[in-house]
Structure formats: structure tokens, C-alpha cells
């Protein structure tokens, strides 16, 4: 048996809607929970964790920044930081409630652990069968919820569990015995690209109460592959999925959404000095998931979001090395809401640096989610495509608003830039000057050297030294200004050539989203020409049949009618009524085959008259005994005139009235 990870919708729609692109980009939550650590006292030296303004700020000698007094440190942003003091209250306050809500508004969302080993990761999201993690605590408020809205909103719901773990690079199902467990084989559809499971056993719960045994199953560190003991470090990654499917009939509304659950074994590696009794090939395999999610994270950082979600090309190679992270593929750029809570003990330096340095990569991964809402018939979808466009109509308006804003603003610049010219006027204003300015000292140089030559030690020697140092200082100043117009010149012309450009790139943007507009528009009126037809046949159906059903009512009440006649009839003589009948309901009713009727429900194209309907020769004896019994000339089919006409006996349509 197949399993699809993702659900799909259950009615199939005859006629195929035009797909439009409803995701909207969402970044993936990194929540940081510290570890209380017995005896150690907290000095912050190196990490100094704040709840108040969700950041770790990381001091040491070799980091990336430096400040004045040559300490070196560097922040991490999260969304939400628990400092050690935090207890599990806390973190499901935080975390329960509006996951809850996106899973019932039809968002996939996903919950998932990181961290070095005995971080506390199982701690925080399974729990223990003693205390509640997130895991018992989400799916009681889910159920709650979930009944408590098919009270109130006449919301049917139904959901499944599935739970497996991931142990050596093998997918095993949790929900079977320890013993009878066997790898399964994890594939996407070709079609859709979902993930499936082959031969994965999901179960279908109708309560918290049903849930309970499942929950204890996957809580219980003796029921996984790998489990070496108590205090041993977990070697598996679990995965708890729960499928939720709501249907409100009042509104035709079908939602289907999941709830992914994740808890990872430790990030930091498996090796030889402690894991003595694990081969290499084994300690490889082990250590292969947790890099491959590395590595993951780390690509999907850096490429553009557009790149790796579309569709089939986004099955990259990348979420191929591992089985889990073809698991993560939806949480990890796909069509999930996804949290992630990092675990860690502040005082071992390079587990939690490389964690913190994790959650800052996958911080930066944008998802794009959609809620997976869908009509529950072929109206209500097309009900919903047209309130989807109409929703990315006004948001294309308003984005062409915005850039005509721009746009205009752009030309603004461009006018200021009429004061280019000014510049220029100013510039040829100044080169005038300048060599007047020019002209003026090589004629007092020429007066300097005639002074020189015929009065070498003259007083005016002085003074026209004075004038020309003047006149120099002026020269160079304005060589300067010079200097600093062309400069602010040519800025002025680089920008706006760049300007130029934006506004051409807009232009073209604008009249593409104009297209783009004007071609939703066609397909809208499109829809809904195929609507109004569509609800016009509809009708004519409906008074099809109506009219069927009264025609039914009236032939039923004749034939009623004829049957009352007859018992009324004294017992008919011999010779005249058919032995082998009797009956003349019988009879009409084989006959006539009102299957066939102009008004049956499923009528022949071509209407059979009437007159060609056959009763058999007896019913008509019958018939003339129930009137005066007067021999009449047999006639082969049916002769309603022959019969009594009550109030309630059909006319036939070719009789006229
Ligand atoms: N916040 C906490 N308060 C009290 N005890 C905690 C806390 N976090 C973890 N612990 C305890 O620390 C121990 C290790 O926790 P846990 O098993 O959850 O670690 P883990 O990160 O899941 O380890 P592994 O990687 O091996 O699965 C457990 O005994 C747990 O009860």
C-alpha cells in the first residue's frame, strides 16, 4: 500500500481548473532553547543568551568582528531564545497555539529538533511517557480544537497518523512491532512529486484518546532500531506525521493539511572512541543524514528562493543524499510552515557555535506556503479560482501603482537634471574666467619682467608679486572648483544613465503586468461564461426533471386508478380476461416501459409515442369490463381513450388537448 505524505484532494474535478500560483513566501522559524546545566555556573563569557531581544551574543579572540577594546564577538538573531530558566510551558505557549491554527487553516506546518546529543531535543518536543513534550500537548489541543469546531461549525473532520524512523539511511515504520520492522522504500510520484512511502501502515484515530497509544509507541526509546541502552545517545530520527481533513458541507469547503513532527538525533558526529561497537560503513551511514542536512541548508542559503522551489526542477540533487533529507524536502524551501527549535548547553564552545550557525543558515531559507483549500464541488472551486484572481489582480494593481509612483518620481529626477545644463553654463562661465584670469597674469608677468629688467630691486616688484600670488591662489581655486564640477558632473551623468535604465526596466514591467492582467481578465470572463452555461444546463435539468417526475406522479395515478377500476369490475367472465395476466398493472407496466418514457429520467434521445406502447390484448378486455363491457375493435398497442379518463389520467402529448 501507498501512502502519500502530502494529502491530495479527494473529488475529482471532470473539468481541469487553470493552475495559478497561490504560494506566498514565508521564512523558516528558528527558535534557540539552552540547556540547564547542573554545577556550571553561568558566567557568559563566551555565549550571553537574551530572551529579551532574541539574541546570542558570542565573545572570543578569533571572531569575525572586532570592537574597540579588542574583544571580538558576533550576534545571532533568532525568533525566540529560552534562556535555561525556561520550562516546557513556556516553549508550548510559544509554539502550540498558532501552529495549531495554520494546520485547521489548511497550512502544512512542520516542527523540528537540532542539536548536539542530550540537548534536550527529545526532551522538548516528544516528552517522556511521564511529562509531555510538544507532541502530546499538540495533538490534544489539535483534537480539542477539531471537535470542538465540529460542534460549533459543522466542520467533519478526519485524521491519520504515520510515524517512522530513519536509522543507518533505512526508513522504518514506528507503528510496527520492534521485530516485524523492515526498511521501506521512500519514492516521489513522477506526477505530483509528492513522497511516498511504500508499504508504510498510516492509522485512522477519531480522538486524543485513540492517539494515546501511538504517541507512547514513538515516546518510548526501546521501541527504535539502533537503541543501545538509557543513557546511550539516540541513533535515529523519528518522524510523527498527523493528516487532518476537514470538510464543511455548508460551505463546500474541503481543507486537507499535516502536521509533521521531527525529532533528529544528535548533530554532532558519530565516532569510533565512543561508538566502539559500530563499524565504520555503520558510523558513515550514521553520520551521512545529518551532513546531507548541512549541506542542504547550506545550499539552499544561498540560492535564489525562485531556483529551488519550481515545481520538478526543484527535486535538485541536493535533498538526494540522504533519506532524510528527501523527508525534509516540503520543510525545507517547499510548501510548509516550518519551525525549527535548536537546542544546546552554552558551555561546550564548538557545539553550540556550529548550531547557532546552523539556525542562522536555515533562518535565512524562505518557503512558499499555500493553504490547501479547495472546493467540494466544481462550482465552489470555480467560486475559489475567481476570488484567487481577483486577490492577485488587486495585488498586481497595486504593485503597478507602486511602480508608476516610482516611475514618476524618476521622472522628477530627471527634470531636477535640467539643472546639468546650468552646470554646463556655469562650467564654460568659469573656463571664461579663467582665462581671462589667464590673459591678466601673463600680462602682468610681461609688465614683471620689463620691471625686472630695468629696475631690478624695486619696491613695485613687491607689490606685483603680491597681486600675483592673489591672482595665483584665485587661479588654483578655481581650477579646484573646475575640478569638483566635472567630477559632479560625470556622478550626475552615471546616475542618470542608471535612472534611464530603472526606468525603462520598469516600463517593460509595468506593460508586462498589464498583460499579465489583461490575460487573467479574459480568463475570468472565461470562467465565467463557462459558469452561467453551466448553470443554465443545470436548470434545465432541473425542470426536465420536475416535469419527468410530474408526468411520473400523474401516469402512477392512472395506472392506480386502473387498477382500482378493475378490482371494482365484478369477477369478468370467463373467455374475456386473460388467465395468464389478470392483472393490468402488470400489464402496463410491461408494456409501456416507462423507462423509455419521453419522461423518464433517463430518456432516449428519440421520445417513444405514445401510440406505439403495448399492453397486452387481455388488459384491454379487462379494461372494457370496467366500463360498459361493449365489445370494441382490438387496436395493437395501448389506446389510452380506451380507457375511463379520470382527473388524474395523463393526456397524451400528441392527443393535442
Ligand atoms: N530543559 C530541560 N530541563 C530539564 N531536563 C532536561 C532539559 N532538557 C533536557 N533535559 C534532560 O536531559 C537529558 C537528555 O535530554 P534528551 O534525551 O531530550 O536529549 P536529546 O538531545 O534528545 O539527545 P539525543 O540526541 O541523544 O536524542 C534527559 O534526561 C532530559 O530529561
Same mark, same amino acid.
Given at each position: 500500500?501507498?501512502?502519500?505524505?502530502?494529502? !491530495?484532494?479527494?473529488?475529482?474535478?471532470?473539468?481541469?481548473?487553470?493552475?495559478?500560483?497561490?504560494?506566498?513566501?514565508?521564512?523558516?522559524?528558528?527558535?534557540?532553547?539552552?540547556?540547564?546545566? !547542573?554545577?556550571?555556573?553561568?558566567?557568559?563569557?563566551?555565549?550571553?543568551?537574551?530572551?529579551?531581544?532574541?539574541?546570542?551574543?558570542?565573545?572570543?579572540?578569533?571572531?569575525?568582528?572586532?570592537?574597540?577594546?579588542?574583544?571580538?564577538?558576533?550576534?545571532?538573531?533568532?525568533?525566540?531564545?529560552?534562556?535555561?530558566?525556561?520550562?516546557?510551558?513556556?516553549?508550548?505557549?510559544?509554539?502550540?497555539?498558532?501552529?495549531?491554527?495554520?494546520?485547521?487553516?489548511?497550512?502544512?506546518?512542520?516542527?523540528?529538533?537540532? %542539536?548536539?546529543?542530550?540537548?534536550?531535543?527529545?526532551?522538548?518536543?516528544?516528552?517522556?511517557?511521564?511529562?509531555?513534550?510538544?507532541?502530546?500537548?499538540?495533538?490534544?489541543?489539535?483534537?480539542?480544537?477539531?471537535? /470542538?469546531?465540529?460542534?460549533?461549525?459543522?466542520?467533519?473532520?478526519?485524521?491519520?497518523?504515520?510515524?517512522?524512523?530513519i536509522y543507518m539511511e533505512k526508513?522504518?515504520?514506528?507503528?510496527?512491532?520492534?521485530?516485524?520492522?523492515?526498511?521501506?522504500?521512500?519514492?516521489?510520484?513522477?506526477?505530483?512529486?509528492?513522497?511516498?512511502?511504500?508499504?508504510?501502515?498510516?492509522?485512522?484515530?477519531?480522538?486524543?484518546?485513540?492517539?494515546?497509544?501511538?504517541?507512547?509507541?514513538?515516546?518510548?526509546?526501546?521501541?527504535?532500531m539502533g537503541?543501545s541502552?538509557?543513557? #546511550?545517545r539516540?541513533r535515529s530520527?523519528?518522524?510523527?506525521?498527523?493528516?487532518?481533513?476537514?470538510?464543511?458541507?455548508?460551505?463546500?469547503?474541503?481543507?486537507?493539511?499535516?502536521?509533521?513532527?521531527?525529532?533528529?538525533h544528535?548533530?554532532?558526529k558519530f565516532d569510533k572512541?565512543i561508538e566502539n561497537t559500530l563499524s565504520q560503513d555503520a558510523l558513515k551511514k550514521l553520520n551521512q543524514s545529518?551532513?546531507?542536512?548541512?549541506?542542504?541548508?547550506?545550499?539552499?542559503?544561498?540560492?535564489?528562493?525562485?531556483?529551488?522551489?519550481?515545481?520538478?526542477?526543484?527535486?535538485?540533487?541536493?535533498?538526494?543524499?540522504?533519506?532524510?533529507?528527501?523527508?525534509?524536502?516540503?520543510?525545507?524551501?517547499?510548501?510548509?510552515?516550518?519551525?525549527?527549535?535548536?537546542?544546546?548547553?552554552?558551555?561546550?564552545?564548538?557545539?553550540?557555535?556550529?548550531?547557532? !550557525?546552523?539556525?542562522?543558515?536555515?533562518?535565512?531559507?524562505?518557503?512558499?506556503?499555500?493553504?490547501?483549500?479547495? %472546493?467540494?464541488?466544481?462550482?465552489?472551486?470555480?467560486?475559489?479560482?475567481?476570488?484567487?484572481?481577483?486577490?492577485?489582480?488587486?495585488?498586481?494593481?497595486?504593485?503597478?501603482?507602486?511602480?508608476?509612483?516610482?516611475?514618476?518620481?524618476?521622472?522628477?529626477?530627471?527634470?531636477?537634471?535640467?539643472?546639468?545644463?546650468?552646470?554646463?553654463?556655469?562650467?564654460?562661465?568659469?573656463?571664461?574666467?579663467?582665462?581671462?584670469?589667464?590673459?591678466?597674469? /601673463?600680462?602682468?608677468?610681461?609688465?614683471?619682467?620689463?620691471?625686472?629688467?630695468?629696475?631690478?630691486?624695486?619696491?613695485?616688484?613687491?607689490?606685483?608679486?603680491?597681486?600675483?600670488?592673489?591672482?595665483?591662489?584665485?587661479?588654483?581655486?578655481?581650477?579646484?572648483?573646475?575640478?569638483?564640477?566635472?567630477?559632479?558632473?560625470?556622478?550626475?551623468?552615471?546616475?542618470?544613465?542608471?535612472?534611464?535604465?530603472?526606468?525603462?526596466?520598469?516600463?517593460?514591467?509595468?506593460?508586462?503586468?498589464?498583460?499579465?492582467?489583461?490575460?487573467?481578465?479574459?480568463?475570468?470572463?472565461?470562467?465565467?461564461?463557462?459558469?452561467?452555461?453551466?448553470?443554465?444546463?443545470? #436548470?434545465?435539468?432541473?425542470?426536465?426533471?420536475?416535469?419527468?417526475?410530474?408526468?411520473?406522479?400523474?401516469?402512477?395515478?392512472?395506472?392506480?386508478?386502473?387498477?382500482?377500476?378493475?378490482?371494482?369490475?365484478?369477477?369478468?367472465?370467463?373467455?374475456?380476461?386473460?388467465?395468464?395476466?389478470?392483472?393490468?398493472?402488470?400489464?402496463?407496466?410491461?408494456?409501456?416501459?416507462?423507462?423509455?418514457?419521453?419522461?423518464?429520467?433517463?430518456?432516449?434521445?428519440?421520445?417513444?409515442?405514445?401510440?406505439?406502447?403495448?399492453?397486452?390484448?387481455?388488459?384491454?378486455?379487462?379494461?372494457?369490463?370496467?366500463?360498459?363491457?361493449?365489445?370494441?375493435?382490438?387496436? !395493437? %398497442?395501448?389506446?389510452?381513450?380506451?380507457?375511463?379518463?379520470?382527473?388524474?389520467?395523463?393526456?397524451?402529448?400528441?392527443? %393535442?388537448?
Amino acid at each position: 500500500m501507498h501512502w502519500n505524505l502530502i494529502s !491530495k484532494e479527494q473529488t475529482a474535478s471532470p473539468v481541469p481548473l487553470p493552475t495559478i500560483d497561490n504560494t506566498e513566501p514565508c521564512h523558516i522559524d528558528v527558535l534557540l532553547r539552552t540547556i540547564p546545566e !547542573k554545577g556550571l555556573p553561568n558566567d557568559e563569557s563566551t555565549f550571553k543568551a537574551s530572551s529579551s531581544d532574541n539574541t546570542v551574543l558570542f565573545r572570543t579572540s578569533n571572531g569575525p568582528s572586532q570592537n574597540t577594546t579588542g574583544d571580538t564577538h558576533s550576534t545571532f538573531q533568532f525568533d525566540k531564545v529560552f534562556d535555561a530558566n525556561a520550562t516546557q510551558k513556556d516553549v508550548q505557549d510559544f509554539l502550540l497555539d498558532p501552529t495549531i491554527n495554520d494546520v485547521l487553516r489548511g497550512y502544512n506546518n512542520t516542527i523540528l529538533t537540532y %542539536g548536539p546529543s542530550f540537548s534536550g531535543k527529545s526532551y522538548s518536543l516528544i516528552g517522556s511517557q511521564d511529562g509531555g513534550g510538544i507532541l502530546p500537548n499538540i495533538c490534544k489541543a489539535l483534537f480539542s480544537t477539531l471537535e /470542538d469546531r465540529e460542534k460549533t461549525k459543522g466542520n467533519n473532520f478526519s485524521v491519520c497518523v504515520l510515524a517512522f524512523e530513519i536509522y543507518m539511511e533505512k526508513t522504518y515504520d514506528l507503528l510496527v512491532p520492534l521485530p516485524e520492522r523492515k526498511p521501506l522504500k521512500l519514492h516521489r510520484s513522477s506526477s505530483t512529486m509528492d513522497l511516498e512511502i511504500k508499504d508504510i501502515r498510516p492509522a485512522h484515530v477519531n480522538s486524543f484518546e485513540d492517539l494515546k497509544s501511538y504517541i507512547q509507541s514513538v515516546q518510548n526509546p526501546g521501541n527504535r532500531m539502533g537503541y543501545s541502552g538509557k543513557a #546511550e545517545r539516540s541513533r535515529s530520527h523519528v518522524v510523527f506525521q498527523l493528516h487532518v481533513e476537514q470538510r464543511n458541507r455548508r460551505h463546500d469547503i474541503l481543507k486537507n493539511s499535516s502536521l509533521y513532527l521531527i525529532d533528529l538525533h544528535g548533530a554532532d558526529k558519530f565516532d569510533k572512541r565512543i561508538e566502539n561497537t559500530l563499524s565504520q560503513d555503520a558510523l558513515k551511514k550514521l553520520n551521512q543524514s545529518i551532513e546531507a542536512l548541512k549541506n542542504t541548508v547550506q545550499s539552499l542559503e544561498t540560492k535564489s528562493l525562485d531556483a529551488v522551489y519550481s515545481a520538478k526542477a526543484s527535486h535538485s540533487s541536493t535533498y538526494r543524499e540522504s533519506q532524510l533529507t528527501e523527508v525534509l524536502k516540503d520543510s525545507l524551501g517547499g510548501n510548509r510552515k516550518t519551525k525549527v527549535i535548536l537546542t544546546c548547553f552554552l558551555s561546550n564552545v564548538p557545539t553550540t557555535l556550529s548550531t547557532l !550557525k546552523f539556525g542562522d543558515s536555515i533562518r535565512q531559507i524562505n518557503n512558499r506556503v499555500m493553504d490547501n483549500t479547495s %472546493g467540494l464541488n466544481l462550482k465552489k472551486k470555480m467560486d475559489l479560482f475567481v476570488q484567487d484572481m481577483k486577490i492577485k489582480d488587486d495585488n498586481y494593481i497595486s504593485q503597478i501603482n507602486i511602480l508608476k509612483a516610482e516611475v514618476d518620481i524618476l521622472k522628477g529626477h530627471n527634470s531636477e537634471s535640467d539643472s546639468k545644463e546650468d552646470m554646463a553654463t556655469k562650467f564654460d562661465d568659469s573656463k571664461k574666467e579663467n582665462t581671462k584670469l589667464k590673459l591678466q597674469l /601673463d600680462s602682468i608677468a610681461q609688465l614683471l619682467g620689463k620691471l625686472t629688467n630695468e629696475e631690478p630691486n624695486n619696491n613695485i616688484n613687491d607689490e606685483v608679486s603680491v597681486i600675483l600670488m592673489k591672482r595665483c591662489e584665485q587661479i588654483a581655486q578655481l581650477e579646484l572648483s573646475f575640478d569638483r564640477q566635472v567630477n559632479a558632473n560625470s556622478k550626475l551623468e552615471k546616475e542618470l544613465e542608471y535612472k534611464k535604465s530603472k526606468e525603462e526596466a520598469l516600463e517593460s514591467m509595468n506593460v508586462k503586468l498589464l498583460e499579465q492582467i489583461q490575460l487573467q481578465e479574459r480568463e475570468i470572463q472565461e470562467l465565467l461564461t463557462t459558469n452561467a452555461i453551466l448553470k443554465g444546463e443545470l #436548470e434545465t435539468h432541473t425542470k426536465l426533471t420536475e416535469t419527468c417526475n410530474e408526468r411520473i406522479k400523474s401516469l402512477e395515478g392512472s395506472v392506480k386508478e386502473l387498477g382500482i377500476n378493475k378490482s371494482a369490475t365484478p369477477s369478468p367472465r370467463k373467455g374475456s380476461v386473460s388467465s395468464s395476466s389478470g392483472n393490468t398493472m402488470s400489464h402496463i407496466e410491461e408494456g409501456s416501459e416507462l423507462s423509455n418514457s419521453p419522461w423518464s429520467l433517463n430518456a432516449p434521445s428519440k421520445p417513444v409515442g405514445w401510440g406505439v406502447r403495448k399492453v397486452s390484448s387481455s388488459s384491454i378486455a379487462t379494461m372494457g369490463s370496467q366500463e360498459s363491457f361493449t365489445p370494441r375493435p382490438f387496436k !395493437k %398497442g395501448l389506446n389510452l381513450h380506451s380507457i375511463k379518463v379520470t382527473p388524474n389520467t395523463p393526456k397524451s402529448p400528441d392527443s %393535442g388537448n
